[in-house]
């Protein structure tokens, strides 16, 4: 079973971690080979006074308890500058007209569903319900009216329960809060950007 390897505290592994460098490329910069940046690292080799001077001017910089990771820039700041207006006009727009058809379909499917709401509302009492009197109706057309209303509610209970509808429902609506929020976002950025 392969041990886990142990962070290197050398200083080139140091400088390395700290702007980011894998050591391919701090080799290319001190002039020497990713193999011989590794043993360094490793504590295989020492450093020599010529990669010693051209790794200081980067070592320099090091704070004083260099983090063996940099440190992300936190999400929240935003970088400094102003945005392209035309670009997030262009995104707002974009972001309106999607989130506009997505309600349009989600206004066709809520509509269905409420008919099948409608239907599961009456169709009890209407099954409930006595049948015409046999003078103005036959047996076979009472019959096939009582199949009817047995089929509507079938209908409606499997549009109200069909799995996929459900889920396409939700994915609809998620997707449309989703680019409504961002389009209020952009809104707000651009009245910013206007003030």
Known sequence: MPRKS??????????????????QELAAYLGI??????????????????????????????????PARPAAPAPEVAPPGSPDEALLTERLRACRHQAGKLRRELGKLAAIHAQARRWQAVLPGLLAAPGLPAVLTTPAEAAH?????????????????????????????LRAEALETEAAALAALLGQQGS
């Open 6 to 23: 142990i962070p290197s505290t050398t200083l080139i592994a140091q400088v390395r971690k700290y702007f980011g460098l894998d050591q």
């Open 33 to 66: 080979s990713r193999p011989y940046v590794a043993d360094i690292e490793a504590g295989r080799r020492v450093l020599t006074g010529r990669v010693l001077l051209r790794l200081n001017p980067l070592a320099v910089l090091l704070p004083a308890e260099a």
């Open 145 to 173: 009216t009582r199949q009817w209303l047995l089929e509507r509610q079938q209908q409606a209970h499997a549009t109200l329960h069909h799995a996929p509808d459900v889920a396409r429902y939700h994915l609809l609506r």
